[in-house]
Structure formats: structure tokens, C-alpha cells
């Protein structure tokens, strides 16, 4: 499975563990926050100033090498 930047935080955690820890090594420790498992990624990158497209690389390439 691949992911993309229009999904939602809370999606993207149920997708794979390995996710939460990547999103957290880029600055995002909030994702237990209840607001936050209804942001897209795209909108919680904008919030964080993080490159959205580099971390949806990188969030794919783990879970290519995973599958």
C-alpha cells in the first residue's frame, strides 16, 4: 500500500506501526491528539514546515521495503 498526502493522520497510523515513529522523527509529536487524527498530512506538514512530498517518499519507501 501506498500513501499520499490527502490522507488522514489517524488513517495513516492504522496503516502501519512503523508510520508513527517517522512522523515523529520529523517533528510531529502530536499525533495523539485527538485534532490531530483529523488532519490530512499535507495539513499537519503546513502546520509543522515540513516538506509534505519528501515525507510521503519517505513514508512509502518503508513501507515498500515492509510489504
Request: net charge negative; charged share 20%.
Amino acid at each position: 500500500m501506498q500513501i499520499d498526502k490527502d490522507m488522514l493522520i489517524g488513517q495513516l497510523l492504522q496503516i502501519d506501526e512503523s508510520i508513527a515513529p517517522i512522523l515523529m522523527r520529523s517533528g510531529m509529536h502530536c499525533l495523539g491528539c485527538p485534532s490531530s487524527q483529523g488532519e490530512s498530512l499535507e495539513e499537519a506538514c503546513m502546520v509543522h514546515g515540513i516538506d509534505c512530498d519528501v515525507l510521503v517518499s519517505q513514508i512509502n519507501e518503508v513501507l515498500a521495503v515492509r510489504s
